[in-house]
T-cell receptor, first 115, second 118 residues
């Protein structure tokens, strides 16, 4: 079974609008971490935001927020006030301490911001 | 310094060549990773070094040979590659505890080496 599922291969958003990128995960470990990375065409993977399984509050980092619904095993990324520079691939990822240094990535969502 | 530095940025090699990719970090991280990434796909884990010892090898062909000379450096030696090995090769690092990872350990990535095998 897939550990991380991203069901939106491509998304479009108008500049200055908000967009939600979906991510669901599968784990039986009560302790895990969820991450979102951005990969522009230049290739570097840029860390955006982290959510821990025991965190009570949804994580926020500037224009990025994470809509964490533990019972549904979803960790959707919300980008507010989209900018042209937000056009990139976005990967959801998970780490489970019981599997040591394994990092599981989703298949990614390609986001295009339209002027 | 929160950077992972990879060299070279681009590499073109023939199938009979021997080349090496280099990765360096000075964040005191004790886990270092090699990933292979094809266009529009997620990174695929190749190798993990933890405390300079190889801890994960994801059944990578022997034409890829990793090396961790010290806690700051990671190399990937390439020999007799195939055209299908053309990809972006990403290095990453993370803090780690010796026994097991922490759930909040994020990966710090380099900007990658774009490899073309002719």
């Amino acid at each position: 079974a897939q550990k991380i599922t991203q069901t939106q291969p491509g998304m479009f958003v108008q500049e200055k609008e908000a967009v939600t990128l979906d991510c669901t995960y599968d784990t039986s470990d009560p302790s895990y971490g969820l991450f979102w990375y951005k990969q522009p065409s230049s290739g570097e993977m840029i860390f955006l935001i982290y959510q821990g399984s025991y965190d009570q509050q949804n994580a926020t980092e500037g224009r990025y927020s994470l809509n964490f619904q533990k019972a549904r095993k979803s960790a959707n990324l919300v980008i507010s006030a989209s900018q042209l520079g937000d056009s990139a691939m976005y990967f959801c990822a998970m780490r489970e301490p019981t599997t040591g240094n394994q990092f599981y990535f989703g298949t990614g969502t390609s986001l295009t911001v339209i002027p | 310094d929160t950077e992972v530095t990879q060299t070279p940025k681009h590499l073109v090699m023939g199938m009979t060549n021997k080349k090496s990719l280099k990765c360096e970090q000075h964040m005191g991280h004790r886990a270092m990773y090699w990933y292979k990434q094809k266009a529009k796909k997620p990174p695929e884990l190749m190798f993990v070094y933890s405390y300079e010892k190889l801890s994960i090898n994801e059944s990578v062909p022997s034409r890829f040979s990793p090396e961790c000379p010290n806690s700051s450096l990671l190399n990937l030696h390439l020999h007799a590659l195939q055209p299908e090995d053309s990809a972006l090769y990403l290095c990453a690092s993370s803090q780690t505890t010796r026994d097991r990872g922490r759930r909040d350990e994020k990966l710090f990535f380099g900007s990658g080496t774009q490899l073309s095998v002719l």
